[in-house]
């Protein structure tokens, strides 16, 4: 018989991977960057927040997905929700490139 045991399930949830946002909307010039900074620091994540040239801000996070998941969400109910228009959200395994969460400029 073959398949996934519940043991293996469980380590492919907790293994880290690496979520990528863009949000358009109202999100630069407000504390967007600097909001998702101080949310960073309640989640076992690490990863970077920048301004892009085209008015978006774009967000590049790693850790556990259920974790990236909350977090995500805690950005949103940290009372940006209301400026930010779209996210484009994309998965993909982690790097490990980033040791804390840092605003880049």
């Known amino acids: ?7 293996q399930k469980g380590l492919a ?13 109202r999100v ?5 960057r600097y909001t998702t900074k101080t949310v960073a620091l309640g989640y076992e994540v690490t990863g970077i927040v920048r301004n892009l040239a085209d008015g978006r801000v774009e967000l590049t996070v790693e850790g556990e997905r259920d974790e990236l998941e909350s977090f995500r969400e805690a950005v949103r109910d940290s ?16 790097t490990s490139e980033f040791k804390g969460f840092e605003i880049v400029k």
């Not at 949830?13 to 909307?25: E, N, Q, S, W």
């Not at 630069?28 to 967007?32: A, I, N, S």
């Not at 209301?82 to 994309?90: C, F, K, P, S, Y």
């Open 1 to 7: 018989m073959t398949g996934i045991s519940p043991a």
């Open 13 to 25: 949830r907790m293994a880290r991977t690496r979520m990528h946002i863009l949000y358009t909307g």
């Open 28 to 32: 630069q010039g407000v504390g967007f």
């Open 79 to 94: 009372g940006l929700g209301g400026l930010i228009r779209d996210e484009a959200v994309a998965w993909s395994p982690a």
